[in-house]
Nanobody
Framework: QVHLVQSGGGSVQVGGSLRLSCVVS????????MGWFRQAAGKGREGVAA???????VYADSVKGRFTISRDDAKNTLNLHMDRLKTEDTAVYYC??????????????????WGQGTQVTVTS
């Protein structure tokens, strides 16, 4: 059974930084593609960033240049480093894993496994 356990997040002022991590078990981490999504209050879930099994990355326009996604295959860990945070980044953030493959995608339906969600709050 696949488990994704998230850590990090919290509350920070505008312009600050936060780091999210996601440890994956029961899954061949090095063979899969991974992503981060977020859901703000009253809105649908949206893709934030994704990384392929080969390490290629893609970002939503709203976070490009501020967020960095990375994967550590040796530790089965996915990370999201968030810099220059804005109030509009406030949301619950989810990590996600896709069944082994070569995709680089931020489409929610491509992912089969999800973390529990972590609140990120950016205050002015």
């Amino acid at each position: 059974q696949v488990h994704l356990v998230q850590s990090g997040g919290g509350s920070v002022q505008v312009g600050g930084s936060l780091r999210l991590s996601c440890v994956v078990s029961g899954y061949t981490f090095s063979d899969g593609f991974m992503g981060w999504f977020r859901q703000a209050a009253g809105k649908g879930r949206e893709g934030v960033a994704a990384v392929s099994r080969a390490g290629r990355t893609v970002y939503a326009d709203s976070v490009k240049g501020r967020f960095t996604i990375s994967r550590d295959d040796a530790k089965n860990t996915l990370n999201l480093h968030m810099d220059r945070l804005k109030t509009e980044d406030t949301a619950v953030y989810y990590c996600a894993a896709g069944d082994p493959g070569f995709l680089l995608t931020m489409r929610e339906s491509d992912y089969q496994h999800w973390g529990q969600g972590t609140q990120v709050t950016v205050t002015s």
